[in-house]
C-alpha cells in the first residue's frame, strides 16, 4: 500500500464504557484527521438479546459484529489510506476475536476463528493502537452516566471478564501495530483539558507528529 509520510492511522481500544468513541472524537480536530471511523454497534439486532441471554445468543452476536466490522473496514481504510487521509478509528479489528474468547467455545469459537483469519489478512494494521484502560469499578459508573437501554442490566461480572480479557490480550495476543496505553481511572479528558491535552501529547510523541513535548508533567 503506497501511504504519504505525512498521514496516520490511530485506532482507540478499551473496554465497554471507557471513553474510545468520546476520545476519538475529540482527537479529530487536535490531530487534523481526515476522517473519522465509529463502531456501528446499535445496528447489531443481537446485542440487547446477548445481554440478557449471553448463553444463547453469544455466537449470532459475534458473526454478526464480525461480518459488520469486516465490512466497514475493508471499504473505508484501504482507500482513505490509500489516498493519503489520515484516520481515527474507536475500534480494532483484532477486537472482535477478543469478544469471541471469552463469549464463545467448542466448536463455534473454532469456526469463528477460521473465519475471522481469512478476514483479519485484508484488514490494513493500524500504526498506532490507543489502549484506554480503567477499573472495572469506574468502568460500571460510566456505562451507568450514559444509561443506554439495553446497558442498563450490565453484568458487573461481565465487565470484570472483559476487563481481564482486555488486559490480557495487550499482555500477551496482540501482534503488529504499537500499542500506548493511557490509564484514564483518574482521569476525565471530557471536563479536564489538561488531561486530553497529556493524552494528545503522549500519542504524538509516539507517531511523532509535530509538535509535541518531550515529557508533560502529569
Not at 94 to 118: C, P, Q, T
Not at 132 to 155: F, G, K
Not at 161 to 166: G, P
Request: charged content about 25%; glycine content about 2%; proline content about 6%.
Amino acid at each position: 500500500m503506497n501511504r504519504k509520510k505525512s498521514n496516520f492511522y490511530i485506532a482507540v481500544e478499551g473496554v465497554i464504557g471507557v471513553g474510545k468513541t468520546t476520545l476519538a472524537r475529540l482527537l479529530q480536530p487536535r490531530l487534523k484527521a481526515d476522517e473519522l471511523l465509529l463502531e456501528v454497534f446499535e445496528e447489531n439486532p443481537f446485542l440487547p438479546k446477548f445481554y440478557e441471554d449471553p448463553a444463547r445468543y453469544a455466537f449470532q452476536t459475534q458473526v454478526f459484529f464480525l461480518l459488520s466490522r469486516y465490512y466497514q473496514q475493508n471499504r473505508t481504510v484501504p482507500a482513505m489510506l490509500n489516498a493519503g487521509k489520515s484516520l481515527i478509528a474507536d475500534y480494532t479489528f483484532e477486537k472482535d476475536a477478543l469478544f469471541a474468547r471469552i463469549n464463545l467455545s467448542g466448536d463455534e469459537l473454532d469456526m469463528y476463528y477460521r473465519v475471522h483469519e481469512a478476514l483479519a489478512e485484508k484488514i490494513p494494521l493500524p500504526d498506532l493502537v490507543v489502549y484506554l484502560r480503567a477499573e472495572p469499578e469506574v468502568l460500571m459508573q460510566r456505562i451507568a452516566m450514559r444509561d443506554r437501554p439495553y446497558e442498563r442490566n450490565m453484568d458487573p461480572a461481565y465487565i470484570a471478564r472483559l476487563h481481564a480479557a482486555y488486559e490480557d490480550h495487550f499482555a500477551n495476543h496482540h501482534r503488529g501495530a504499537p500499542v500506548l496505553t493511557i490509564d484514564t481511572t483518574n482521569m476525565d479528558f471530557v471536563r479536564y483539558p489538561d488531561h486530553l491535552e497529556e493524552i494528545e501529547n503522549r500519542i504524538r510523541r509516539a507517531l511523532r507528529l509535530m509538535p509535541y513535548q518531550s515529557s508533560l508533567p502529569f
